[in-house]
């Protein structure tokens, strides 16, 4: 049956799209079907949480924009001046995001070996993966906006045409971003040695961390709540019919919003949207086929010499040289598990950025001038507990809680060895928490420092992130083992896991637990300050005493529950 076989070599030589999508939608599918026990509570609780935030966001942005409504003449220009800022910061972290998820998409996923050694068209490796860059990078963006755009539509009665309104505005803003998310990558990955790909990310880093402050230098969003900074009434409206940016997709897809709600329809904005989407896939399009394959081939290049020896071999024998051999490989371990998955550490991107605009937000607070008082300037400090406890849980969830999971299915080998399972949970604790103390004590030094706070409230904010960086740090690691994806292929996927949510929540609740314990006594001791008075030392001995006591309890509680479900799993 020579024509039956051509035939059938003929469909397998030229695969479809969806065919080379198909594997990753049955995967998700059949997790999604998976009778798996508790899936139905886990899916009540994601809901549930889901639910909150949405009508989180929705409440303030509406209360926020019926009040600009209200104001006449100018009410409309902040709300589209507000809403391109919003859409500007959602750029911003989509083209970040994308630069880090087409590394693993493009050179580092499992099933490229065959895609790429198979008779598979270019154009359709490339649409495809792609498509799943911008699914993976954009979908938490996507849950943002829909809440952002549902309250524009609703304060300015948008209509019921006003959903494919949105759509058709942000579905550009999403593919324009993924494609030069991967265009850089790939531009990066031919330049630089695969072996040195640290260098390509030190590169993004830099640029991006630079960039983001460029931008925020430039748009200054702080002047806009704070008119009485401009000379004259002319001066604030034109800075608010100023475009923020007006050569970036995210200024045309507010203009064509707020064109649609202020029933001036312009279809300007929409025309440059969609042609630019299709310029850049198509300009995208013809760099991969020139350079995909010789970046992939240069990705699959070993290039970790740290853990064959050399000078970081060295410095660790002799910083870790108070341990013992066990513990000390096991440390050596942790290291190089995380240098030598690049989508792992290379997420520190991510964290620069972060850190670096939320500094800057916290320098150009306006805390100097009339009305400022000294109760006002110290409570600002405090309350900055509750942001960098966010911050750290956020970059816990990224690093701590993957730990476990990470192992793999090497963990039999570590069960089946003469280890104890203590010694390896505390040396994934204590690889993740020291430079996480690290960096919490750095940020609340620098925040304060720029704030000027007292030194009692400089001492609370120290000790308070210490002892908040712990227990973090313990619950990362607890529910990290509690809830284990071994099976993944990509370890940034395992934070927004359901363990993950879970994890979050319980940080969250810690944090605010911490917050709360507090605040009566550092109250006490600001109010006796002012009026001259002596603090009431049995009630700053409770306060401080119970939020410590928490925060020790957070810590230790999740690491031995860990301990007993790790030392279940058969040998």
């Not at 939608?25 to 139905?40: I, K, P, V």
């Not at 324009?176 to 790939?186: D, E, F, K, M, Y």
């Not at 939320?358 to 110290?378: A, E, H, S």
């Not at 879970?502 to 637990?513: D, Q, S, T």
Request: with cysteine; hydrophobic share 55%; glycine share 8%.
């Amino acid at each position: 049956m020579p024509e039956a076989g051509g035939a059938a070599t003929a469909r397998v030589a030229d695969p479809s799209l969806a065919h080379l999508l198909a594997p990753k939608w049955l995967t998700a599918r059949a997790r999604l079907l998976a009778g798996e026990r508790g899936r139905g509570a886990r899916f009540v609780v994601l809901a549930v949480f889901g639910a909150l935030f949405w009508s989180f966001v929705y409440f303030v942005l509406y209360r926020l924009l019926h009040y600009f409504r209200g104001v006449e003449e100018i009410g409309p220009l902040l709300a589209g001046k507000l809403l391109g800022l919003i859409l500007l910061g959602f750029f911003s972290i989509l083209v970040l995001s994308n630069i880090i998820t087409a590394l693993s998409s493009f050179f580092l996923a499992r099933d490229l070996d065959l895609l790429v050694s198979g008779p598979v068209d270019w154009l359709k490796l490339y649409l495809a993966k792609l498509l799943e860059t911008t699914v993976h990078s954009s979908w938490m963006v996507t849950l943002l906006a829909i809440p952002m755009f549902a309250a524009y539509g609703r304060v300015y009665e948008g209509g019921w045409w006003f959903p494919l309104v949105s759509a058709a505005v942000f579905l550009p803003m999403l593919i324009i971003p993924s494609v030069i998310g991967s265009a850089v990558t790939l531009l990066l990955v031919n330049i630089f040695p695969a072996r040195r790909t640290r260098d390509i990310l030190s590169v993004i880093a830099v640029l991006a961390a630079g960039g983001i402050v460029l931008l925020f230098r430039l748009v200054r969003p702080e002047r806009l709540a704070r008119p009485e900074g401009f000379r004259s009434l002319v001066d604030f409206v034109t800075v608010l019919r100023t475009p923020t940016s007006p050569m970036l997709p995210s200024e045309w897809a507010a203009r064509g919003v707020m064109s649609w709600l202020q029933y001036r329809m312009d279809y300007l904005p929409f025309y440059l949207l969609w042609t630019t989407a299709a310029a850049a896939i198509v300009l995208g399009a013809l760099l991969h086929r020139a350079l995909y394959l010789q970046g992939f081939s240069k990705a699959q290049e070993s290039g970790v010499q740290w853990a064959r020896g050399g000078f970081w071999r060295r410095l660790g024998l002799v910083v870790f040289r108070p341990l013992s051999v066990l513990k000390r490989e096991l440390v050596f371990k942790e290291l190089r598990l995380f240098f030598r998955d690049t989508t792992q550490w290379s997420q520190l991107i991510l964290l620069g950025v972060l850190v670096v605009v939320y500094v800057f937000n916290i320098k150009y607070l306006p805390l100097r001038g009339d009305g400022m008082t000294f109760f006002l300037i110290n409570v600002v400090p405090f309350l900055n507990l509750v942001l960098a406890g966010f911050v750290l849980a956020s970059i816990a969830a990224r690093f701590i809680f993957p730990a476990v999971s990470l192992e793999g299915r090497t963990l039999w080998l570590l069960r089946s060895s003469p280890m104890e399972v203590r010694d390896l949970l505390w040396a994934k604790f204590w690889v993740g928490t020291l430079p996480l103390l690290v960096l919490a004590l750095a940020i609340v030094a620098v925040t304060d420092s720029l704030l000027h706070v007292s030194e009692f409230m400089f001492a609370v904010s120290v000790l308070t992130i210490a002892f908040m960086t712990f227990a973090v740090a313990g619950l990362a690691l607890g529910f990290g083992t509690l809830f284990p994806q071994f099976e993944t292929e990509n370890a940034a996927q395992i934070p927004t896991s359901f363990g993950g949510l879970l994890f979050m929540m319980a940080a969250v609740a810690m944090i605010g637990g911490v917050v709360i314990l507090e605040a009566r006594p550092v109250y006490s001791y600001l109010s006796a300050t002012m009026y001259h008075t002596d603090p009431d030392p049995l009630e700053m001995w409770l306060g401080f005493g119970a939020a410590a006591v928490l925060c020790v309890g957070c810590t230790l509680a999740p690491i031995r529950i860990a301990l007993k479900r790790l030392s279940a799993v058969e040998r």
